[in-house]
Nanobody, 116 residues
């Protein structure tokens, strides 16, 4: 069955770094555009970054541009989100998403807490 499993979250100090991973299985990963979203307590889920399937082109939300980097490894069916210069406002549950044509899948999320 289709699975997206996020990992790498945790507690990190302001200014620190963390790398999230999302391991995919059960579908043709290389065909799918992959995205990261996040949801902070009491807020709506928001877009963070995406990477296309064709040319690995990335797009970022303005709030993370220059600090976060998304990448993919089609051989490992995995996407990554390198998060640097973290701020308390980056605290959220981070979700991995995959979509291709009418198919869309979501992971269960991983918590990232930025606090001293």
């Amino acid at each position: 069955q289709v699975q997206l499993v996020e990992s790498g979250g945790g507690l990190v100090q302001p200014g620190g770094s963390v790398r999230l991973s999302c391991a995919a299985s059960g579908f043709s990963f290389s065909r799918y555009t992959m995205s990261w979203y996040r949801q902070a307590p009491g807020k709506e889920r928001e877009f963070v970054a995406l990477i296309t399937s064709v040319d690995d082109r990335t797009t970022y939300a303005d709030s993370v541009k220059g600090r976060f980097t998304m990448s993919r490894d089609n051989a490992k069916n995995t996407v990554y989100l390198q998060m640097n210069s973290l701020k308390p406002e980056d605290t959220a549950v981070y979700y991995c998403s995959a979509y291709f044509r009418i198919s869309e899948y979501w992971g269960q999320g991983t918590q990232v807490t930025v606090s001293s």
